[in-house]
């Protein structure tokens, strides 16, 4: 990336590449990491550079698949030499399967991400109601679906980001009352609100404590391991848990909101799209891709089938095609002799035919070229 795409520093780099290994983080990794790549608190980042591996997730194949078939446009990169893709052909809408957040002047953006499945269908559904509205398409897509699970209160907050492109969406925890061992009650919390840390609830609640302003809790516990989260929050006798399960909520990160603002660049242009709008784009994005791809494809099917059918034609004139380039002086020579009557081969053809080995004059050889020439016709039509 530093070498060829974009001159910034290595750690910010490293950075980007491990949030795309992180499962907490991306609601489908593009990256598939091996070695510890960091956790939700402040403290837990991935391990340095040098302990961490990672290579492209399956699913990251699908945002590359057709680059090489000239499918997108590619620009010169920082010091022009080399190129880079000005999007990427993505066979999936990333940019809403994934969310995304971005900071820029005048334009910042916070995209949910939401479920593959539901996303592909509103897409589908898209395709054969090319004048769906967005409550059409929440038919399929039920709402942003984050990675580190947690509930979202209520539906308005989901309709206005679906209708309008902007919305608050309120996230809470999943919280239990249970009961402990010695009878002690006790509050445990098995997933969080995104991008929220369990260390960052343990010490507001810590602080919330020493300050006097949360009653009833008598120890905060943490015995999250193996990427499952589990917080266990002791209550003191007298409490009653579900006041203090609720003044939890209300003064600590267990319930936060995701202010959804769904600004995505339309032709180079910032605009604040609803789901429709954004799934539109997508497609019209995915038959430009598909289109090129079709044209790159023919066109590499007809270069070919046009080789094939002089490679056909030589065989059938074998003896006089021998005879006149073994007259030739040179290979130009034999080259326009070949181009000149009665061959008329064309230049392509006539220079493919002075590259062709013994081995191809045979039999087999012509056997093996009408097969291929009946497989390209097939292609191109």
Do not use: W
């Amino acid at each position: 990336v530093m070498g060829t795409y974009h001159p910034h520093g290595d750690s910010s780099i490293y950075e980007a590449l491990a949030r795309m290994a992180q499962d907490f983080s991306m609601r489908y990794p593009l990256i598939d990491g091996h070695g510890n790549f960091g956790g939700t608190g402040p403290d837990e980042g991935p391990a340095a550079m040098r302990y961490t591996e990672c290579r492209l997730a399956p699913l990251a194949l699908e945002l590359m698949a057709g680059i090489d078939q000239e499918t997108v446009d590619f620009d010169p990169n920082y010091d022009a030499t080399a190129e880079e893709p000005t999007v990427l052909p993505s066979r999936f809408p990333n940019m809403m399967v994934n969310g995304s957040q971005g900071i820029a002047v005048g334009m910042a953006t916070n995209i949910p991400p939401h479920n593959l499945g539901e996303v592909i269908d509103a897409t589908t559904h898209l395709l054969e109601h090319p004048d769906a509205t967005p409550d059409d398409l929440m038919a399929f897509v039920k709402g942003p679906d984050f990675p580190s699970g947690a509930l979202i209160l209520g539906r308005q907050g989901i309709l206005d980001a679906f209708r309008t492109g902007k919305g608050s969406i309120k996230l809470r925890a999943v919280a239990e009352i249970e009961e402990g061992r010695s009878g002690e009650t006790r509050i445990v919390v098995s997933e969080m609100p995104y991008q929220t840390s369990i260390a960052s609830v343990s010490k507001r609640i810590e602080e919330l404590v020493r300050a006097g302003e949360l009653d009833g809790i008598a120890e905060v516990q943490d015995d999250s391991s193996g990427g499952k989260t589990r917080l266990i929050i002791r209550l003191k006798r007298d409490a009653n848990a579900n006041v203090v399960l609720n003044n939890l909520y209300k003064q600590t990160p267990l319930q936060t909101s995701f202010a959804v603002n769904t600004v995505a660049l339309v032709d180079g242009v910032p605009r604040t799209l609803d789901l429709a709008q954004m799934l539109t784009y997508y497609v019209a994005h995915q038959v430009d891709v598909v289109t090129r791809r079709s044209e790159f494809l023919l066109k590499k099917y007809q270069d070919r089938a046009h080789i094939v059918e002089g490679l056909l034609k030589a065989i059938d004139m074998l003896d006089a095609v021998i005879a006149a380039i073994r007259a030739s002086d040179d290979r130009p020579e034999a080259r326009a002799t070949l181009m000149a009557e009665p061959f008329s081969f064309t230049e392509v053809q006539a220079t493919h035919i002075l590259d062709m080995t013994l081995g191809r004059l045979t039999r087999l050889g012509r056997t093996e070229l009408e097969s291929e020439l009946a497989e390209l016709r097939e292609k191109i039509t």
